[in-house]
């Protein structure tokens, strides 16, 4: 069975977040965000919270075992049954292999990974206004958004490659304003107004 089952990918500061609450909106399909979750589990210094805080906070992937039962637990709740929007997840090959496992065994599967391509420049420019605006501690350090871009390319680029050959990407051109990169990505999906 296919459901609204949509993936958003994108380099940190991509507006990704942004754009898939709007979507997600749209849609009526809860928005499952991996930074937001991992940010709550941080805040409310829970066992999940206290693996995956150091990692965080130097812009690395928090480990595979921690993520990804995380995922699993999340996508097997009554509230994605008519779909989902999954965000920051996967960013790895490997986390990729283990969604489709994981969709596998709910028979279900992608309709559409959303691209939300920027340049590096633009990239370092929006997080550091981000910094500024939410305050968010993984912001603010310019090593650390270094190290965030240098993950995001190493190692959770390669995803798009994994999903290619399935043809549900989607590449979204990511420059311009909020409204903008949103119309785009609703004509890609084919559900304009
Ligand atoms: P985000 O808000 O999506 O940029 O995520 C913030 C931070 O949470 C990342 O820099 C990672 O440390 C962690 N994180 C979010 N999603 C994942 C994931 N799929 N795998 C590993 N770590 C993640």
Redesign the pocket.
Known sequence: MTGKNYLIFGP?GAGK?TQAVKLAQLFSIPHI????M??YHIKNNTPLGQK?KS??DR????P?EV?IGM?KERLNRDDVKGGFLL??????VP?AEALDAILNELTISLVAVINVAVSDDEVRQRLSKRAEIEGRA?DADPKVIQN?ID?YKNQSEPCLNYYRPHNIVQDIDGMGTIDQVFERIKLGLGSAD
């Open positions: 940190p977040g965000s991996t930074g937001d991992f940010r995956a990692f965080s812009g690395a992937l928090v595979d993520t995922v965000d920051g997840f996967p960013r790895s986390q993984d965030r993950t």
